[in-house]
């Protein structure tokens, strides 16, 4: 039986492959991920290219959009294996920073 691609992508949101959008878009999420201990700048291309932002309380931000669930198993797999503590993990929007403060994370 085969499948076409709207039963793949109906399949892969049921199964919670893809992350959905409450609008019910595909468009990738953005998440901000907070860990213990400041990260050199050249992690930031291990870490998929996330903005990387050494925060003055001893933390290290990575801020970036994730496509899907996989996606982000694979950060927070990541995180595990370089042997930091993550603090958390929060879905943001874009509305919660600034523009001009975003291109200074960059």
């Given at each position: ?6 039963e793949h992508d109906d399949a892969a949101r ?42 003055d309380d001893g933390t290290t931000t990575l ?21 930091v503590t993550l603090i958390s993990l929060t ?16």
């Open positions: 039986m085969e499948h076409g691609p709207q049921r199964s919670g492959l893809v992350l959905t959008m409450p609008n019910g878009t595909d468009t990738p999420l953005r998440y901000e991920l907070r860990v213990d201990g400041h990260l050199d700048q050249h992690w930031s291309t291990w870490f998929g290219g996330l903005a990387l932002t050494r925060e801020r970036g959009a994730v496509t899907d669930q996989a996606e982000l198993h694979g950060l927070l797999t990541k995180v595990r294996d370089l042997g879905s943001i929007d874009d509305g919660d920073v600034p523009d001009s403060q975003e291109q200074q994370r960059r």
